[in-house]
């Protein structure tokens, strides 16, 4: 017997010998020496809501789904924040009028801005609504300002707001661009599908007539060796503010090879190397070999 029952029981043994009838916070003597039971009972599962087809759902209601990075403002509209050229998911859910989710809906999707809109299709499998009703989609920030996300299914419809934080806002500049680089703008221009384990890319053909060429882009590093001479790293369209989420997604990130090593820097740098773009790829889906630091 250890933890509270043993205070308890305790408590019980000299209540007992004390001749206290009264009952000691709240609880009498006879309650106190009570012994508690061997096993506590299991925490009933929760009930399976089942799913209703898409044809089956004339009448549905439309929003985002718990676990995006977003907040209701002061007038109600659901708003995310993100960085210039960041990137992130949101996913909405679609269900009837008594909470049942929709399976096989398929919303559709616009955007009034300057940030891109990543439709299901280009970001995850499949492209409807899943088993609890929920659709995944992306989205690309691009220059600051409030920028608006439409999702409509049917007669139901729900409002998205991104809010683009400028670069400079945060103490950072964006990366200049020098005559003969290879810009971020085009690389984010890449379409990247994830399947099997894989990220599969289409690009733009400014991005593939440079394949095989030595290219330089200007970026931040995001270190993946430790110490500060780094090997191997990714140079990305924004500063890195955190290990699990690469800033820009899939395509906004380039996977740098040095052999001598590159000195890892808080400020941009310009890479120079021998450029890739994998059209499939179990990691980045640009690559920049025989890198070296140059000054423009």
């Known amino acids: 017997m250890t933890g509270m029952f043993a205070t308890v029981a305790f408590a019980s043994v000299i209540a007992q010998e004390s001749g206290q009838a009264e009952a000691l916070d709240g609880l009498t003597a006879e309650e106190l020496a009570l012994e508690p039971p061997e096993e506590f009972p299991e925490k009933p599962a929760e009930p399976v809501i089942e799913p209703v087809a898409a044809a089956d759902a004339p009448e549905v209601r439309i929003g985002p789904a718990d676990g995006n990075d977003g907040y209701f403002d002061e007038n109600g509209r659901y708003v995310i924040d993100l960085m210039e050229q960041d990137y992130t998911y949101i996913t909405i859910e ?18 009034e801005g300057t940030s891109r809109l990543l439709k299901p299709e280009e970001v995850s499998m499949p492209s409807t609504s899943n088993e609890y ?6 989205v690309v920030a691009g220059m600051m300002g409030l920028d608006q996300i439409g999702v409509e299914y049917g007669e139901a419809s729900t409002e998205i707001l991104v809010n683009v934080i400028s670069l400079e806002a945060t103490m950072y500049s964006m990366p200049e661009v020098g005559e003969g680089h290879l810009p971020w703008d085009d690389l984010m221009q890449a379409r990247v599908r994830f399947g099997d384990m894989k990220l599969y890319a289409d690009f733009p053909a400014a991005v593939t007539e440079r394949a095989g060429e030595k290219v330089k882009i200007s970026g931040f590093m995001m270190p993946l060796e430790a110490g500060m ?12 503010g955190c290990f699990f989420h690469t800033p820009g997604g899939p395509s906004g990130a380039v996977e740098v090879f040095s052999e001598e090593g590159i000195e890892y820097s808080w400020d941009p740098i310009i890479v120079e190397g021998e450029f890739a773009a994998l059209e499939e790829s179990e990691g980045a889906v640009y690559r920049l070999d025989d890198a070296r630091v140059v000054e423009k």
């Not at 001479?229 to 890195?240: D, N, S, V």
């Open 94 to 111: 679609i269900e009837t009028p008594d909470g049942r989710p929709v399976e096989g809906a398929e919303p559709v999707f616009s955007i």
């Open 133 to 138: 009703g929920v659709v995944e989609f992306a």
């Open 229 to 240: 001479k780094q090997h191997r790293f990714l140079l990305t369209a924004h500063p890195p």
